[in-house]
Structures are given as C-alpha cells and as structure tokens.
C-alpha cells in the first residue's frame, strides 16, 4: 500500500470537549507496592519459551530477552474464565448440522463471552470485585544494544537516548522491528545516538503470556500495563547503557535500594528516556509519565487509545457499560478468533487472506506469525501466544483511556509531546482529532494519509521516519524548528 503526502495542519486547535470520567478526581495508581519477599522467592522462575532471536536490526543492535517481576498484587482480583471459553480462546460444543451450524454457534459463544467480560469490567468499575490477584506474574522485554560503543569524541553535539516501546492489543514486544529498521536505516551522522533499546511486553501478550498462562484469567486492568513499566524502569532498567558483551541475565536483577530511591525522587539521571506506544502502549506510557514524569525526556504517542468517557452522543452504553459500537466489533473478533494451524506456514497463508491484515505490511505480518504464534507441544497445533479470550479482555478493561483523556492535560510540560496519527483514526471516535491538543506546551503532531489505526504495521517506513524525525528534532546535533 502507498501512503499520501504527510499532513500536519488537518487538525486545527481549539477547545477539545472533555467530558470527565465518572471517577474524575482519581489519578491512576501506578506505582508498584512492596513484593512479599517469598513471592518470588519461592516462584520457579520461568525460562525464554522460544529460542532467543537475533532481531531485524541485528545489522546495528544485538538482542536479547529478559524477565522481570511484574508489580504485585494486581489491581483485581482471580477472575475464572466465563462459560464459553478458556485460556486458548472459545470452547464450541460440536453440533450437527455441518459448517452453518458450526459457524452460528461460534458467534453466538462469542456474544455470550463478550457480554461476560464487560460485565466484569463493568462490576470492577462500580467497585463490586473486590480483592486482588497475589499470583505471581512476569513481565517480559527485548533489550537491544548497540554492537559498538560511541566514544565521546564522536557525540559532536548529539545526545544520547534511549527508547522503551509499548505495543498495542494483540500485538507483541517484536512489532516496532521494521519501523526501528527504517528509523536506523536513514539515520545521519548528525542524528542522535540511539544507545539501548527496550521493547516492554504486557503480562498477557507473546512470551510472557507462554510463562503466566497459568496464572493469568478474564480480568485484565490496563493501569496495571503502567505499574509493571514504573516497576521496570524503577527497580530493574540497569543504571546505564550497555554494548554488545555487556550481557545481562535472562532474569533482570533488582537494582539497589540507594538506586531506586533516587530514580524515584530524580528520575533516570544516566539515561535520557523516551517512550514511544502505539495504542494500548500509548495510554499505558501517558499514565506512567503523569505520575513518574521525572522518568520520560519525551513521549511518542502512536494514535493511543486515550479517549473520554462515554456520556456524549456519539458513543453509547452497551449492556449497561460504556463502550463504542466499534470497540463491540473488536471485542466480537478477538474473542471469536481462529486459534489453530497445522503450522505457522498455513497460518501465514490464512492471514494474508484475511481483511485485517490485508494492509500490512509484509515483514510486519512475517514477524508476528513469526514471534506471536508458537507451537502446543501437548496438541501439535500452532497457536496464538495470546489468546482471543485474553485480547476481548484488554478491549472490555477501557477504563484506563478515560482516565488518560482527564489527566493528559495535566501532563509535566517538560515531557516533549510527539503525536503519530492516522487518517482514519482509532473507533472512528470524534474526539481523536483533539487529542494532540490536550496539551499543547511542548507538543506536536502528524498524520500519516492513507493509514489506519494499525500504522506500525502498516505503514512501518514512515512511522520509522516520524520518529527518527522528532528524535533529530530534538537530540540531535541540528535542532529542528518544531512545526
């Protein structure tokens, strides 16, 4: 597919309707608690579940795989899987009638389910589910470092930086590689030096869903995404950059107390971060930076999923919980989603006849059969690493984006803004063309034409380019007026 001329002037400023969330005058509580020391003490701890890859940048960065605690407890409590599906996805009983009937149950299992996860969401919002999770879950990230040192003498007025990505539902740590390729591949002598990558991984996507399977059910809170990235960056992200030969153990050590103490009081003072999320990641890094912005040199927000409450016309309720006729047709297809192939060649061959993916583009699609299927060794079938059952629950737990809306305006003016947005943007909500001017100060933004909410992975080159735009723009040795 071929993307028209970048737009920066489509949307016009002005005074954005914000309608609150019902629950306005609560910030998100994203900093982790104090673990139990036998928690994790006494938890196995979890090996890679699939070989260690090299990385489409390996030309540049090496890469390897690393666990962590995720924060503890969660938000929420054990909430057992709904009648009509388990950790793999919908459970069908097999009826006559031959592939019609088959079909039509399917989609009715599949509303029965949606209707079960919103309405758990819904009793978590009203404050009916009380408790919370104590079983211990891992979060998982991609480290890349460069394969040779920048010396001193060679910075020639660049700053040096480093990146932590967050991927949208559905979609895994490995979905920024073809933008970052891109980013890397027409990067000046000039531009800044991208020290270390992070790309953070959600409890219940990819390789981190493989080790918490077990521990893992229908509720999933998306301001607990927030508190496993701060317990990251405050606890485990090593105090500065590394190089090829630096290695770290799969499972990342605790920092020291003197170290974390300061990082929460000063921020990263031997790294200059910038988070960059698309959707899902985006709202998660938003909420991240309103509590810990001393964490965040600047955000990257990649048409995030950050929207306001529905109490306008426009959005309406849905079983008695808010939510997009939209959102209601995601949830419907996540939750009803194939899981089964005889290999990741088939599946591969069925994707690409898929609408949804029709428009990817094809070393984003490669790279999630790739990195997000994997194989049952019990069933022989290949398999999504993170379940339909486990994405419809990420799109009913949406309570994060109204909260987001409520306090990005409120956001440190010191967190350089850059928004990436589609011309088709996310829902087709009315609200997304405000988005960028929520906070003005020190923000920007630019539309991709021709794309969809799915721009990374459709359009992988010039989200590369946007962001390698505004990291020139703003460490590199040349600033950049900002448009």
């Given at each position: 597919?071929?993307?028209?001329?970048?737009?920066?002037?489509?949307?016009?400023?002005?005074?954005?309707p914000r309608?609150?969330?019902e629950?306005?005058?609560v910030?998100?509580?994203t900093?982790?608690?104090?673990?139990?020391?036998?928690?994790?003490?006494?938890?196995?701890l979890?090996e890679?579940?699939t070989?260690?890859?090299k990385?489409v940048i390996e030309?540049w960065?090496?890469?390897?795989?690393h666990?962590?605690?995720a924060a503890?407890?969660?938000?929420?409590p054990d909430v057992p899987?709904?009648?009509g599906?388990?950790?793999?996805?919908?459970?069908?009983?097999?009826?006559?009638?031959?592939?019609?009937?088959?079909k039509?149950?399917?989609?009715?299992?599949?509303?029965?389910?949606?209707k079960a996860?919103?309405?758990?969401?819904?009793?978590?919002?009203l404050?009916?589910?009380?408790g919370?999770?104590e079983?211990?879950?891992?979060?998982?990230?991609?480290r890349f470092v460069?394969k040779?040192?920048v010396?001193?003498?060679?910075?020639?007025?660049?700053?040096r930086v480093?990146?932590?990505?967050?991927?949208?539902?559905g979609?895994?740590?490995?979905?920024?590689?073809?933008?970052?390729?891109?980013m890397?591949?027409?990067?000046?002598a000039d531009d800044?030096?991208?020290?270390e990558?992070?790309?953070?991984?959600?409890?219940?996507?990819?390789?981190?869903a493989?080790?918490?399977?077990?521990?893992l059910g229908?509720?999933y809170e998306w301001l607990?995404n927030?508190?496993?990235?701060?317990?990251f960056?405050?606890?485990?992200?090593?105090?500065?950059a590394?190089?090829?030969?630096?290695e770290?153990?799969?499972?990342?050590p605790?920092?020291s107390?003197e170290i974390?103490?300061?990082?929460?009081k000063?921020?990263l003072?031997?790294?200059?971060?910038?988070?960059?999320?698309?959707?899902?990641?985006g709202?998660?890094?938003?909420?991240?930076?309103r509590?810990?912005?001393?964490?965040f040199?600047?955000?990257?927000?990649?048409?995030?999923?950050?929207?306001?409450?529905?109490?306008?016309p426009?959005?309406?309720?849905?079983?008695?919980?808010g939510?997009?006729?939209?959102?209601?047709?995601l949830?419907d297809?996540a939750?009803?989603?194939?899981n089964?192939?005889?290999?990741k060649?088939?599946?591969l061959?069925?994707?690409k006849?898929?609408p949804f993916?029709a428009?990817w583009?094809?070393?984003s699609?490669?790279?999630?059969v790739?990195?997000?299927?994997w194989?049952?060794?019990?069933s022989g079938e290949?398999?999504?690493?993170?379940?339909?059952?486990?994405?419809?629950?990420?799109?009913?737990?949406?309570?994060?984006?109204?909260e987001a809306?409520?306090?990005?305006?409120?956001?440190?003016?010191?967190?350089?803004?850059k928004?990436?947005?589609?011309?088709?943007?996310?829902l087709?909500?009315?609200?997304?063309?405000y988005?960028?001017?929520l906070?003005?100060?020190?923000?920007?933004?630019?539309?991709?034409?021709?794309?969809?909410?799915?721009?990374?992975?459709?359009?992988?080159?010039?989200?590369?380019d946007?962001?390698?735009?505004?990291?020139?723009?703003?460490?590199g040795?040349?600033r950049?007026?900002?448009l």
């Open positions: 597919m071929t993307f028209g001329t970048r737009a920066r002037s489509k949307y016009a400023p002005g005074t954005p309608p609150a969330s629950r306005k005058d910030l998100p509580v900093n982790p608690r104090d673990i139990p020391a036998s928690v994790y003490r006494d938890a196995v979890p890679l579940p070989p260690q890859r990385g030309e960065f090496t890469l390897s795989t666990f962590l605690p503890f407890p969660r938000s929420g899987y709904p009648e599906c388990d950790a793999d996805g919908l459970v069908i009983p097999e009826l006559e009638g031959g592939p019609g009937a088959a039509k149950s399917r989609a009715e299992t599949g509303v029965k389910v949606r996860l919103f309405e758990i969401n819904k009793k978590q919002w404050g009916e589910l009380p919370h999770s079983k211990p879950l891992w979060g998982c990230v991609n460069r040779a040192p010396g001193k003498d060679q910075e020639r007025g660049r700053k480093t990146l932590l990505l967050a991927h949208g539902n979609f895994g740590k490995e979905c920024w590689e073809p933008a970052l390729m891109h890397l591949s027409n990067s000046r800044p030096i991208v020290e990558i992070w790309s953070w991984e959600a409890v219940n996507h990819g390789d981190a493989l080790i918490n399977r077990k521990n229908a509720f607990d927030s508190r496993d990235v701060v317990n960056l405050t606890y485990y992200l090593p105090d500065a590394g190089y090829s030969g630096d770290l153990p799969t499972h990342l605790l920092l107390q974390s103490e300061a990082r929460r000063n921020g003072t031997n790294r200059t971060l910038v988070g960059i999320g698309h959707s899902l990641g709202c998660t890094l938003t909420n991240v930076a509590v810990s912005p001393e964490l040199s600047a955000l990257v927000l990649v048409d995030p999923v950050i929207f306001p409450a529905p109490t306008e426009g959005m309406r309720w849905v079983d008695g919980w939510a997009s006729e939209n959102l209601v047709a949830c297809g939750v009803t989603r194939r089964g192939w005889k290999s060649a088939e599946a061959q069925s994707f006849k898929n993916f428009s583009d094809p070393l699609l490669e790279l999630y790739e990195c997000q299927l194989v049952d060794k019990e290949t398999k999504l690493k993170m379940s339909g059952t486990w994405e419809g629950s990420v799109f009913t737990g949406h309570r994060a984006p109204f809306w409520d306090i990005l305006p409120l956001l440190d003016k010191r967190v350089a803004l928004f990436i947005m589609p011309e088709a943007y996310l087709g909500l009315k609200h997304a063309p988005l960028p001017f906070r003005p100060n020190n923000s920007s933004h630019v539309i991709i034409m021709g794309a969809t909410h799915l721009l990374c992975h459709e359009a992988p080159l010039e989200t590369g946007e962001i390698l735009s505004f990291l020139r723009s703003e460490y040795a040349t950049q007026a900002r």
